[in-house]
C-alpha cells in the first residue's frame, strides 16, 4: 500500500506552478492539465488557476484520474497561469514502499491491464527482443526496473531542447539521445515488455540535495511501475532518488500527459515553468516569481523549522 502522510514528515516547501500565453488567429480551443494530482505523499497548501480573462472552460477528470481543463480561447492573446506552495517530505522517491514480487499477470487489477500494453510512443512491441537481450538475465520485479532504468541512464545520452514529437521508445533506442520525455518513453516501453504496468508520468521536480548545473525549470516526465500494490518512481533521466517531486499527470505515454492540445489556429508563444524550494509562510501563490528565495539547487538538504 502506499505511504500516507501519517508516517512521512512534510518539512520541504515548494514552489511549482507555470505561465503561458497562446496567440490565436480564428478559432481555438485548449484542453490543459496542469493542476496537481492527489497524493497522500504531500500536502498542497495553496494553489491557483487562472484561465485568461473569463474564458468559457469546463474541468472533467480523464480516464487516468488527471484533471483537465476545455478552454475556448479567444482571438488574439490568451495568458494562464498556474502557482502552487506545495508540503513534501525530505524522504527521497519511494521511501517507505517495499518492493514486493509482482503480481502475476492474471492477478492484475482489470484496470492497470492497459499500461502493461504498446501505444503509440511506448511501442514495447518492437522492443521485445533487445529487452530480454539486455534484460532477461535480470531477477523480475524492482531489480529488472532498477537494470532498465540504469541501462538508459548510461546509454541514451541527454539533450537539451532536443525532443521531437514524432518519436517513439523505439526511434529513441536507435536516435540514442533525447530528452526527459523520451528517457521515460524508452523505460515505459522496456518495462512493459516483461508484463509490468507502468505509467508514463508528468510533473515538477525541483533540485533539492541535486543541484542542476543546466539550471532549466522545466516540466519533467518519468515513469512509475506497479509492484503488488504500490507504483514506483523510476526515472532513467537522474536514475538516483530524488527529493521533491510532484506528480500533475499520468497516462499511456506523452499524449495522456501533455500540459496542453490545442485545437484550431493557436500558437504558443510564452512558456515559463518554476519549480523551487522556499521557505514556508514566505511566498504566497500570485507572488512575483523571486528565485532570491530558492533554497534548493544545492547538496545540502534545508528542512523547515518545526512549529
Known amino acids: 500500500m502506499e505511504t500516507d502522510n501519517s508516517s512521512l514528515n512534510l518539512d520541504i516547501t515548494v514552489r511549482v506552478g507555470c505561465s503561458l500565453t497562446y496567440e490565436v488567429m480564428g478559432s481555438a480551443s485548449l484542453l490543459l492539465n496542469l493542476k496537481l494530482a492527489p497524493d497522500p505523499r504531500r500536502s498542497v497548501l495553496f494553489e491557483a488557476l487562472a484561465l485568461g480573462e473569463d474564458l468559457p472552460s469546463e474541468e472533467f477528470e480523464d480516464s487516468h484520474g488527471n484533471r483537465v481543463y476545455r478552454v475556448t480561447l479567444r482571438p488574439g492573446t490568451n495568458c494562464f497561469r498556474h502557482d502552487a506552495i506545495v508540503a513534501v517530505p525530505s524522504k527521497p522517491d519511494n521511501f517507505g514502499l517495499v518492493p514486493r514480487e509482482p503480481d502475476p499477470i492474471g492477478e492484475l487489477p482489470a484496470s492497470l491491464l492497459r499500461y502493461t500494453l504498446p501505444s503509440r510512443y511506448c511501442d514495447s512491441d518492437k522492443l521485445t527482443n533487445f529487452a530480454w537481450e539486455k534484460f532477461g538475465h535480470v531477477e523480475h520485479g524492482w531489480s529488472r526496473v532498477q537494470a532498465i532504468s540504469r541501462w538508459i541512464h548510461q546509454n541514451i545520452e541527454y539533450r537539451y531542447m532536443s525532443g521531437r514529437t514524432d518519436l517513439s521508445a523505439s526511434d529513441i533506442l536507435q536516435r540514442g539521445y533525447g530528452v526527459c520525455r523520451d528517457f521515460a518513453h524508452l523505460a515505459v516501453a522496456l518495462n512493459r515488455t516483461f508484463n509490468l504496468p507502468t505509467r508514463y508520468v508528468t510533473g515538477h521536480l525541483p533540485d ?25 518512481t523510476t526515472d532513467a533521466r537522474f536514475d538516483v532518488p530524488r527529493i521533491g517531486r510532484i506528480r500533475v499527470s499520468c497516462g499511456q505515454d506523452a499524449v495522456d500527459g501533455a500540459f496542453s492540445t490545442i485545437y484550431g489556429g493557436a500558437s504558443l508563444t510564452y512558456f515559463q515553468v518554476w519549480a523551487y524550494q522556499v521557505a514556508r509562510g514566505t511566498v504566497g501563490v500570485g507572488d512575483p516569481i523571486d528565485f532570491t528565495k530558492r533554497l534548493d539547487n544545492d547538496w545540502n538538504v534545508r528542512t523547515d523549522p518545526q512549529p
Open 208 to 232: 533539492i540535495g541535486f543541484p542542476g548545473p543546466e539550471d532549466h525549470m522545466d516540466f519533467h516526465a518519468y515513469a512509475e511501475v506497479y509492484l503488488a500494490g504500490a507504483w514506483f
